[in-house]
């Protein structure tokens, strides 16, 4: 189980865009996040005539290591450290200042 999951508000704690916060839309992999509206590049693309795709300059999403990104606790509305417990044999998230249930 991992500590973050689709659909999970975060905040960047370190990097270009630290203090923003966002909503987990991807899970990359075992290491890496995409955020929406965090870490947006610009990527020069070449036209596809065979797609329709046209050329430029784009502004797109890349990925995000997960040690940079962390939790929201939506009571505090900080960032906050994330737990494992088991409970009637299930493995759950919490919070570790509050040691409340993540998805509760």
């Given amino acids: 189980m991992n ?7 975060v905040v960047v704690i370190t990097g270009k865009d ?8 991807r899970i990359v992999s075992a290491e890496k996040v995409l955020v929406d509206g965090i870490n947006l590049v610009k990527k020069h693309t070449k036209a596809n005539p065979m797609t329709g795709a046209q050329g430029g300059i784009v502004t797109k999403e890349m990925p995000i290591h997960v040690s940079n990104v962390a939790l929201v606790n939506p009571e505090t509305q900080k960032a ?11 493995k759950i998230r919490y919070f570790k200042s509050t040691n409340k249930a993540v998805d509760a």
């Fill in 80 to 90: 906050d450290r994330v737990g494992f417990r088991v409970e009637n044999d299930v």
């Fill in 18 to 25: 630290k203090g923003k916060k966002g909503t987990v839309s």
């Fill in 3 to 9: 500590r973050l999951k689709k659909g999970d508000e």
